[in-house]
């Protein structure tokens, strides 16, 4: 909800977990369903993420696997 609050256009979140122990990795992925979303969010470098006394920053990095350039 937040990466599509800022940026708009997401279409799949999730978070990375181990697939034994099934604990979360420290990573997500993020997909958007436009261009201009996904600029913006990979433009960015960088998103606060506050929920109750949580408050991090995460680095938003281009996937490997992405199609633009």
Partial sequence: MIMDRLYGGVCYAGIDTDPELRYPKGA?????????SYIAA?????V???????DKRVNVFKNAFSNHK
Avoid: K
Avoid at 28 to 36: D, E, K, L, M, P
Avoid at 48 to 54: A, F, K, N, P, T
């Fill in 42 to 46: 990979i433009s960015a470098r960088f």
């Fill in 48 to 54: 606060q993420l506050q929920h109750g006394d949580i």
């Fill in 28 to 36: 997500g992925r993020v997909a958007f369903s436009n261009q201009q």
